[in-house]
C-alpha cells in the first residue's frame, strides 16, 4: 500500500503480487484526485529480450513473449518512457491496473571478449539470476554441466530458504579423477541472492556446455605433501626457482623422510604460464 501525496491531492496505491516467483502484479486504485494523474508501471529489459542495457549478455534463444498491460480488464498499449509504461488519466477508486510479465527459464550467453564465460551458460528466470551450489551436488559445483539441449523446469520449493523457485534439470557432471568424461547429473539451481545460506562450499553461476569446458575436481585427502613448500622457496611460483638437481633432491627425501611423500605431482602455474606462454 503506498499514499503518495500530490499537488491535485492524495493518491492510494495497494499492490497484490507475487514476484518475483510469479509475473502477475496488480495495482488497485483506492482513492484518487479528481485530476489526470501518470501512472509509471516499470516494464523490466529483461521482457524486451535485453538481459542488460548493454550487449555484454544476450538470450540465447530467439525471444519471449512481451509484456501485456490492462486497464479494468481492458488490454492498452505500451507507451513507454525510459522503461515506463505510462498509463495517464483520471483515476478512480476501485480502478485496477494488471501488468503481466511472462517468466520462462532462459539461458544466458556473455559476449566472446568474456574469455572466462567462453563455452559457458547461465540461467535467468524473470528478474533472478540462478546458482549451482554445492550443498546440492555431493559438495561440487565447479563440474557441473549444463548441456544445450537440457530441458529446464522451475519448481516452488516452501521449505528451502523461506521459500523459493529453483530450477532443475537433467545435467552432467565429471567426477573427481576424470579427464572430461561426463556422466548424468540431476541439477538444482537456486537463486543467486540465496546462496551460502546453508553452509560454505562452492558455487557455480557460469557452467560450462560441454565436457570439455568443465573442471575436473580432484580428491586431495590423500596427497600428504600437497601443501608442502620447500624451505627455499621464493613464494608460490618460484619453488624450486633455482633448478638445482642437488638441492631439489635434498628437499625430496627429507620431505619422503618427515611427511611421508611417496609421489609427486608437477604442474606450471599459471601465473607462468600466462606470462611466458608461447607466442
Known sequence: RARLRLPAGELVLRQDTRYPWEGRVRIEVAAAPAAPVALRVRIPGWTRGRPLPSDLYRYADAGAAPATLLVNG?????????????????????????LSLPMPIRRVLAQEQVKDNLGQ???????????????????????????????????????????????????????SGSFRRAEPAQLTLVPYYAWNHRGAGPMAVWMPRTPRDARVPYDTSNWVGANYTPAYAANQVQMWH????????????????????????????NIVYDAEREP
Open 242 to 269: 633455482e633448478f638445482k638437481p642437488d638441492a631439489i633432491e635434498r628437499e625430496l627425501s627429507a620431505a619422503q623422510k618427515q611427511l611421508g611423500i611417496t609421489s609427486l605431482r608437477v604442474y606450471l602455474h
Open 121 to 175: 551458460v547461465a540461467v535467468e528466470r524473470g528478474p533472478l539470476v540462478y546458482c549451482a551450489e554445492g550443498t546440492d551436488h555431493d559438495g561440487q559445483a565447479l563440474n557441473l554441466i549444463l548441456p544445450d539441449g537440457a530441458a529446464l523446469r522451475w519448481a516452488e520449493r516452501p521449505e528451502l530458504l523461506g521459500g523459493v523457485v529453483v530450477i532443475e534439470a537433467a545435467g552432467q557432471r565429471v567426477p
Open 74 to 98: 481492458q488490454p492498452v498499449a505500451l507507451s513507454e518512457e525510459n522503461g515506463y509504461a505510462v498509463l495517464r488519466r483520471v483515476w478512480q477508486a476501485g480502478d485496477g491496473v494488471e
